[in-house]
């Protein structure tokens, strides 16, 4: 049996396996593989959203909520003889990492404990643990990566609770060295005119979640900015454009969307 068989046939993973189909990764789960799945059963699911103060059907509901179960899965199949304390495992929401630590029992990011180990599967193995893994928000993302200035400008601005929310977003995020390269003294400005630097902002954000694959495909069309003024995307020798600035780096995938580096500042 495949994984999604494999958890249907043990029971105890109802929110889950609801989780699975309604954000559409059932045949992602069902497919070749092989994958890692640490899987919440139903009452690390209950714990989770009574703390959280949510429904199950609220949760279901949930834009991230495919994201959030992406954070359950390694690729790979990693049997607990293969952890070791101290690593860390990439998962699906690539590049958020999983902390694996061992200290009279694998835990995952140091409070959720593995309960039941090595539960094969045609294409993967299950591990079961007692509660729900949450990924970095975008904010989070940025911080970790060293968005120093886009992270001072999001809290000069006003934007980080936003940021933090639902969503799902798209974001353009210049690199520290894009902001040093405006023009001297507009930095310093928009940073003492919160409105104005938020308006620069929002136009960095693109609402949804469009990965790299789908930008590609927007050669030479305009896309609606939250600012609600467009940008235009070109395709040059492989390379993707906003205008002048380019995309150095795609996909950081978070909780609540995903960030494309860019290597100027996008000014409305």
Excluded at 11 to 26: N, Q, R
Excluded at 34 to 43: S, Y
Excluded at 133 to 161: C, H, K, N, Q, S
Aim: hydrophobic share 45%.
């Amino acid at each position: 049996m495949d994984i999604v068989e494999t958890a249907q046939d043990a029971g105890g993973f109802t929110t889950l396996l609801a989780a699975a189909e309604e954000a559409g990764l059932v045949d992602a789960l069902k497919g070749e593989g092989p994958l890692t799945v640490f899987a919440p059963n139903d009452e690390a699911f209950n714990q989770f959203l009574e703390e959280a103060g949510l429904t199950a059907e609220e949760l279901l509901g949930d834009p991230r909520l495919g994201n959030i179960l992406k954070f359950h899965v390694v690729p790979g199949k990693v049997m607990s003889t293969d952890l070791e304390d101290g690593i860390s495992a990439e998962t699906l929401l690539s590049p958020q990492e999983i902390d694996i630590s061992i200290n009279d029992g694998v835990f995952l990011n140091d409070n959720i404990q593995v309960i039941a180990p090595d539960i094969e599967a045609s294409n993967g193995v299950i591990h079961v643990i007692d509660g729900v893994l949450w990924p970095a928000d975008i904010v989070e993302t940025a911080v970790a990566a060293g968005f120093d200035t886009l992270v001072t400008a999001v809290e000069r601005a006003g934007l980080v609770e936003a940021l933090k929310g639902p969503g799902l977003f798209t974001v353009f995020a210049p690199i520290d060295e894009a902001f040093e390269a405006l023009p001297s003294g507009v930095l310093e400005e928009l940073l003492d005119n919160p409105e104005d630097l938020a308006d620069v902002l929002l136009f960095h954000v693109v609402s949804g979640q469009v990965m790299a694959e789908t930008v590609v495909g927007l050669d030479g069309q305009e896309v609606e900015t939250l600012l609600g003024e467009t940008i235009e995307i070109t395709i040059d020798g492989g390379e993707v454009f906003l205008g002048q600035p380019k995309v150095t780096r795609t996909d950081i995938q978070t909780l609540n969307g995903v960030i494309h580096v860019i290597d100027l500042v996008l000014v409305p």
